[in-house]
């Protein structure tokens, strides 16, 4: 009898809680579909092998090939793309936590990259600059595409204020057949220093990093990014997770990342 | 005791072991350190399969300390026994251990353990036999398999309790008669040592033919059931299809009692490497009968062994499909319920490798049966067909591939070739401080007398960068605007602010100076290019990569301008850099007394040493705060055709 009484109540809390903000959720789903319809193939997956080299105090090192796909979110037709640089390297933030405790050096390379579009194309491409600073990887396509690419304009950018939606775009992995996945969560915190910096609610987890962030307008906000603290996160953080251990996902505005995408434009083949 | 370690210990030899393993579609160099011991006044070494059976390349270190290189004569997997030969510079006798009977040795009977454990030098340990015929306990359920074999159906190890650890592989059991009674090989709680009686027959015939030959039958023996009423006999448990037991007429239940006119008897499991011995021992190609009992009656079976396969074949990495593959063996066709043994057997991927990559991927234990449309009866096959497919082509090559998975017989595409990016995208350049700096935290403003001030102060200098900034200065502003820098995470505040102007920008600091405010405008550099942009070298030959010196290295290291060289970024172990003792991070200042400034010189030197094949070379290294000769002994002998920079591979090993 009591298990029902309760029950009765989750329900009508349930159902409560479903009609307030039900006008607000159909706005909020219609300007994810018209994102999803406008860009979503702007979206797209980067399959990487990278190749981790360890070494501990000198000792000859120990390599280790993976697999792995990450969101990445194409800013020009000719393919140029946005990732984080985190997802697609994670040697500094692997070298930040190694860091201190014993003489371990942790270096990465790239030995295979491909841009895989949502038609299952897949082209294959180079990281063409890297910005530890913002966690910007810019990649391009080795060989012009056929066609040019959807792509986002990030010239057109939009401010939010606090609490505002961020409709996130990502792409899910193989299990769930790499499709577009969208999610929204409201600004949470607005950095402002170092630099400006958008923080969306924890709903943005690490598998959206490289993920475009828009606003309701329609315009793009900027990519989710993880932002981490110089030297690496600290490992003494608390229950408050992530942000007290020096790492947080964070929206870095279209500005900025315009503004590294032309470095990136411009950026030669001439390895170094 | 004195007199059997005087007998032996001059026979004693620690070995250094360049091994081969094929791992995750690659061919990984290994060291390792083992033991053994020289059987002949030639110089042969008898020491352990697992010590030196994949050697690539073999260091031997006699008792008196000199070091020889050494070659492998023959292996055998089955009974983890290996013989080297110890290659001089010019011929001579070595002072050679003798062999004892292992057959004679009683449980208390003292013995020594002789070898390099720990890959120490040469060392001795004291204990008794605890046991001469120690077998895996069955409530184990484990083996010793070594590359698919199961040792312990052949060897009855001698259980001891003198210490061995690693690194006493290969190395002797020694009676007090000063003669080898064993080789050490496991320690399972007490230490296993194989019976030399088994170990010298193995090392004979490594020694006459350069491997062992063995009989082959078929049956799957166990002893007799413990319901059985037999008093003697070895119980047939199963008989392999297409085996010589198979054609002879073996079947699954008959009872063994005699081979070849001897009688046997397994009842107990200890007694199952005395038969499997025999066994092998039959004459090869050669009939023998065989007597059974089956339904109670007593049938002679004749039966024409054949020679016995390795388990598992040899592997060989192919590069431009990212694979390591083998020849489909026997007993690996039947595993996958194959009925021919045509195709190559894909034993592991590279992740992201063509073969990994394709749709679908092939996968481990996948069988290519066919290439574009032509058959592939073995590895040799595939190597020929692959050099066709890459001769003449700069990108992989798609290439349809008819493979079998157990039952399934799937088709593909593979990318086949070799391409890996190597340009690691450059770090974007921004304007940059050349200053070491601390934050200003409230507590440090209000102790230096600057309470509501916030900013950084001035903590190092950079070599080469002339700012007019001090140690000890506290920015507070830049170009007017207050540096908002109060708490320690805030470090990245200016750094930040200065990224915003153009690089040889010059911003006016608002700096404060024992105690007084003053103006100064300071000219932005460009970001520092981090390590991973420097200049590479990777000699393939020595196996390592240097590169040039970072700004970065010069801050962490402490090293001044003048300090030159290239830093020692990667070794790979097995080379000749890694078994020279060189090591990851070491500065190299100097190549056979010649001052090095950067990559480029570094490489032309190299590319010298290699042209003429010089026999050592000498870097004069910086390792932390010591300086040191490293010396590199390349063998040349074992390279085909040195590689030069032009033939220089994509890929790293």
């Given at each position: 009898m009591k298990k029902i009484k309760v029950s009765v109540f989750i329900i009508v809390f349930a159902i409560f809680a479903a009609v307030i903000p039900s006008a607000r959720t159909d706005d909020l789903a219609q300007a994810g579909r018209d994102l999803a319809a406008k860009y979503g193939d702007a979206v797209v997956t980067l399959q990487l092998v990278v190749k981790t080299t360890m070494s501990m105090q000198g000792e000859p090192d120990e390599k280790q090939e993976s697999k792995s796909e990450v969101t990445g979110a194409v800013v020009d037709p000719s393919g140029l793309t946005v990732a984080s640089l985190a997802a697609i390297d994670p040697t500094e933030v692997m070298s930040g936590m190694m860091s201190g405790s014993f003489d371990m050096k942790v270096a990465s390379e790239i030995t295979d990259l491909k841009i895989r579009l949502a038609d299952g194309t897949e082209i294959p491409a180079k990281v063409v600059l890297r910005d530890k600073d913002l966690d910007l990887a810019f990649i391009r396509p080795l060989k012009k595409p056929d066609k040019p690419l959807t792509a986002i304009d990030m010239s057109k950018s939009s401010k939010p204020n606090l609490l505002d939606f961020a409709i996130m775009m990502a792409r899910l992995g193989t299990v769930a057949n790499r499709s577009l996945a969208i999610s929204a969560d409201r600004i949470q915190s607005i950095v402002e220093k170092p630099r400006l910096f958008y923080v969306p609610g924890m709903g943005a987890m690490s598998s959206e990093l490289g993920a475009p962030a828009f606003a309701m307008d329609g315009n793009v906000i900027g990519i989710l990014l993880l932002r981490s603290l110089p030297g690496g996160p600290s490992m003494s953080g608390n229950w408050l997770g992530m942000s007290s251990m020096g790492i947080l996902p964070m929206i870095l505005p279209a500005a900025d990342v315009l503004s590294a995408a032309k470095q990136a434009a411009e950026a030669n083949d001439t390895a170094p | 005791m004195e007199k059997a370690v005087a007998a032996v210990k001059p026979s004693l030899v620690r070995i250094h072991v360049v091994t081969v393993e094929y791992e995750q579609g690659r061919e990984i160099k290994r060291e390792t350190i083992g033991s053994g011991v020289i059987i002949t006044k030639q110089g042969h070494v008898i020491t352990n399969h697992h010590v030196a059976g994949r050697a690539k390349q073999l260091l031997c270190t006699l008792a008196n300390k000199e070091e020889i290189e050494g070659e492998l004569v023959g292996t055998d997997p089955m009974t983890d026994i290996s013989v080297i030969k110890l290659l001089p510079p010019t011929k001579r006798d070595f002072p050679a251990a003798e062999f004892g009977d292992s057959s004679k040795l009683k449980v208390g009977d003292h013995v020594l353990a002789m070898g390099s454990p720990l890959a120490f030098s040469q060392s001795v340990t004291m204990g008794v036999i605890s046991n001469t015929e120690l077998v895996m306990p069955e409530e184990w359920h484990e083996t010793l398999e070594i590359d698919g074999e199961d040792v312990g159906s052949m060897v009855l190890w001698i259980g001891h309790d003198a210490d061995i650890y690693g690194g006493n592989s290969g190395g002797p059991l020694v009676n007090l008669e000063g003669k080898i009674v064993g080789i050490n090989e496991i320690r399972m709680g007490l230490g296993g040592a194989i019976p030399s009686n088994l170990a010298r027959a193995v090392a004979d015939q490594l020694i006459k033919n350069g491997k062992v030959r063995r009989a082959w039958i078929g049956l799957t023996v166990q002893p007799l059931l413990k319901s059985s009423k037999q008093k003697a006999g070895v119980l047939v448990g199963g008989v392999i299809a297409g085996s010589p037991g198979e054609k002879a007429g073996f079947k699954a239940g008959d009872i063994i009692l005699k081979v070849a006119g001897k009688s046997v008897s397994v009842k107990?499991?200890?007694?199952?490497p005395p038969f499997n011995q025999l066994v092998a021992g039959l004459p090869i190609g050669k009939e023998v009968e065989v007597l059974v009992l089956r339904d109670g009656k007593q049938i002679p079976i004749k039966v024409v062994p054949q020679e016995r396969e390795d388990v598992e074949a040899k592997q060989q990495e192919l590069k431009e499909w990212g694979l390591c593959a083998s020849n489909v063996t026997f007993m690996k066709a039947k595993e996958l319920g194959r009925t021919t043994r045509a195709g190559v057997l894909v034993r592991s991927l590279r992740e992201g490798g063509p073969a990994n990559d394709a749709k679908p991927a092939l996968n481990e234990d996948d069988v290519i049966v066919e290439v574009d449309g032509k058959p592939v009866a073995n590895l040799e096959d595939l190597v020929r067909l692959t050099e066709t497919i890459v001769k003449g082509k700069t990108e992989p090559t798609p290439t349809l591939v008819v493979f079998e998975r157990r039952s399934e017989r799937l088709m593909t595409v593979v990318k086949v070739g070799i391409r890996e990016l190597k340009d690691p995208g450059r770090e974007v350049s921004k304007a940059w401080l050349p200053v070491g700096t601390q934050v200003l935290t409230q507590d440090l403003a209000k102790a230096l007398g600057l309470e509501g001030k916030t900013g950084v102060r001035v903590t190092r200098l950079y070599p080469n960068f002339n700012t007019g900034l001090q140690v000890g200065d506290i920015i507070v502003a830049l170009d007017g605007t207050e540096i908002p820098a109060s708490q320690p995470e805030d470090i990245e505040v200016l750094p930040a602010m200065i990224r915003q102007y153009p690089i040889g920008g010059k911003p006016e600091l608002t700096v404060i100076r024992d105690g007084k405010e003053m103006k100064l405008s300071v000219e932005l550099a460009a970001s520092p290019r981090p390590p991973r942009e420097m200049k590479r070298y990777q000699d393939v030959n020595f196996d390592f990569t240097v590169r040039d010196v970072a700004f970065q290295d010069r801050i962490d290291h402490g090293w001044a301008e003048t300090e030159q060289g290239v830093l020692v970024d990667s070794i790979s172990e097995g080379g000749w850099a890694s078994l020279g003792n060189l090591m990851t991070g070491d500065l190299i200042r100097m190549v056979d007394g010649q001052a090095i400034t950067g990559v480029a010189e570094f490489q032309k030197i190299m590319e010298s040493v290699t042209k003429r094949k010089q026999k050592s070379i000498v870097f004069a290294v910086k390792r932390g705060i010591q300086e040191l000769f490293v010396e590199l002994r390349p063998t040349w002998a074992r390279l085909a055709t040195p590689t030069t920079n032009k033939q220089k591979p994509k890929e790293e090993k």
């Open positions: - | 107990y499991t200890e007694e199952l």
